[in-house]
């Protein structure tokens, strides 16, 4: 059975930093692109970032360029999500997933399987 599952998330201050992981288990992804997305209460989900199968493409939203930095362990099977400068924006629970493809995809509908999501915080 695939799983992916999400950790790294809680409560921190604007201008503070988390690192969410996905580590994925049931199958290897070491081919596969991998992306986050994020979904704040009464709003769709939205893209975050995503990377190509070997880490060397990566891609963000306008709103988290510059902050949050996507990569990936394909000898551990785990994609991170390095968030920095964090805003009360970015407050929302956020997934990992993972593509069939190898290329990077930013439309949720590329992505096969999900995490069930880690909430992040954000004060002000």
């Known amino acids: 059975q695939v799983q992916l599952v999400e950790s790294g998330g809680g409560l921190v201050q604007a201008g503070g930093s988390l690192r969410l992981s996905c580590a994925a288990s049931?199958?290897?992804?070491?081919?596969?692109?991998m992306g986050w997305f994020r979904q704040a209460p009464g709003k769709e989900r939205e893209f975050v970032a995503a990377?190509?199968?070997?880490?060397?493409?990566?891609t963000y939203a306008d709103s988290v360029k510059g902050r949050f930095t996507i990569s990936r362990d394909n000898a551990k099977n785990t994609v991170y999500l390095q968030m920095n400068s964090l805003k009360p924006e970015d407050t929302a629970v956020y997934y990992c997933?993972?593509?069939?493809?190898?290329?990077?995809?930013?439309?949720?509908?590329?992505?096969?399987?999900w995490g069930q999501g880690t909430q992040v915080t954000v004060s002000s």
């Open positions: 049931g199958r290897t992804f070491s081919n596969n692109a």
């Open positions: 990377v190509n199968w070997s880490g060397g493409i990566t």
């Open positions: 997933a993972a593509a069939l493809g190898a290329n990077y995809y930013t439309a949720p509908q590329m992505y096969r399987y």
